[in-house]
């Protein structure tokens, strides 16, 4: 599989939401209430996506402005459309090269994105950069080496035992960086004082099995991608595994768990 497919439809908002999004705003508070700052601040948020942090910020912060920034732009329309609050400012950005001057924000964040960003060093310095001295800089990631989201490791699981292949393109091996340990270090190296990781977590409750598949049949995000390649008899192959292997409440309910490493700092 190209990186391309691997990688897949992230232009895809609606899709996405459904496969992710949704999971992305049950964790957002979570965070906020983790840096439990003062109002009327000047946010940045990077890698806004389909806007799930946006919202929260601006419903639970009261910001004095929010800019966010995405290289996608099918998903900054669909943060635009979702979030129409004249405090926020939805562009088009490179975390790597912020088109922001130095010491020109509070609050720097990003919401499970960082992992996505090819120089991590890099996007870390630029955020420490664009914060004013004593600023706040956190993100959070999932924990995908430790099983943290788990409805996406049942699917991987199954995947791999039918196509051992599809173990490589598993969120554990591409981004096995994503724990407490080498996230509070790689803060630490681009010179933020105060570093600390924490973790968030958040039951992901699918109602029946459908709606547990069906937003990987959609296309958007790397999972999704590999359904796609797939022919329909492996395709159907994969399907009933799943609904034979995951656990289901008596009312049919699918329930699991999310957990997210959030690292907070402050800039110098």
């Known amino acids: 599989m190209s990186g391309t497919s691997r990688h897949d439809a992230w232009q895809a908002g609606d899709s996405y939401e459904i496969y992710m999004g949704r999971w992305s705003r049950r964790i957002a508070p979570l965070f906020l209430d983790l840096l439990s700052l003062p109002r009327e601040l000047d946010w940045l948020e990077i890698g806004c996506g389909t806007g799930a942090l946006s919202a929260a910020i601006l419903a639970r912060c009261d910001p004095s402005s929010l800019i966010a920034i995405d290289p996608s732009e099918g998903f900054l ?25 130095d010491a020109s924000r509070d609050v720097v964040v990003s919401a499970l994105a960082l992992n996505f960003v090819p120089d991590r060093a890099k996007a870390l310095a630029e955020m420490r950069r664009v914060a004013r001295p004593g600023g706040t800089v956190a993100f959070y990631v999932w924990d995908y080496p430790g099983g943290g989201l788990q409805f996406l490791r049942a699917f991987w699981s199954a995947a791999a035992a039918r196509d ?15 724990t407490a340990d080498q996230l509070e270090n790689e803060a630490k190296a ?7 990781c924490r973790p968030l977590e958040t039951p992901t409750v699918f109602a029946d099995f459908d709606d547990y ?35 289901r409440q008596p009312d049919g309910q699918i329930a699991l768990a999310a957990r997210a490493w959030a690292v907070t700092a402050k800039a110098a």
Request: some cysteine; hydrophobic content about 40%; overall charge neutral.
């Open 190 to 196: 681009a010179g933020l004082l105060k570093v600390k």
């Open 213 to 247: 598949w069906r937003p990987f049949t959609l296309g958007a995000g790397p999972a999704p991608g590999y359904v796609a390649s797939l022919t329909e008899e492996a395709r159907d192959g994969l399907r009933d595994a799943l609904a034979h292997a995951l656990p």
């Open 77 to 101: 329309e669909k943060a635009r459309a979702g979030v129409p609050d004249p405090r926020a400012d939805f562009r088009r950005g490179d975390a790597e090269a912020l088109d922001l001057p």
């Open 164 to 178: 051992p292949k599809a173990g490589d393109l598993a969120e554990d091996r591409r981004f096995p960086f994503c």
